[in-house]
């Protein structure tokens, strides 16, 4: 098991944390200011899973869990969604950071 000296679990921890920040503040904040179809009920709850699956992904890194990889596997997959969405919205900087997360949760996930 990989432990945080390793770079590959270390820059996965780091794009796990930066796209739950970067999903929940937008989502918290931008989202509910913006309205229409940034409130919609598929896109603020794709915005939510991803949060909440990037801040478990790291949870489970750092305290070395066996299923972290799989849950790499399925944050990789919601990132790419969330991605998707957020550039059809015109929300750029969200769809990088998830685009970054799940590129390095596949990486991390083998």
Do not use: W
Not at 35 to 63: K, W, Y
Not at 76 to 90: H, P, Q, R, W
Request: net charge negative; charged share 20%.
């Amino acid at each position: 098991m990989a432990h945080l000296t390793d770079p590959k679990m270390k820059a996965c921890v780091e794009a796990c944390t930066q796209c739950y920040q970067m999903c929940l503040h937008e989502a918290m904040n931008h989202c509910l200011e913006t309205g229409g179809e940034h409130v919609a009920p598929d896109h603020f709850r794709l915005m939510m899973s991803c949060a909440e699956i990037c801040q478990t992904s790291t949870n489970l890194m750092l305290i070395r869990s066996p299923f972290s990889s799989q849950f790499c596997r399925v944050c990789a997959e919601v990132c790419e969604a969330c991605a998707s969405n957020c550039e059809k919205l015109g929300m750029d900087e969200c769809a990088r950071t998830c685009r970054e997360c799940a590129k390095s949760c596949r990486e991390m996930a083998g």
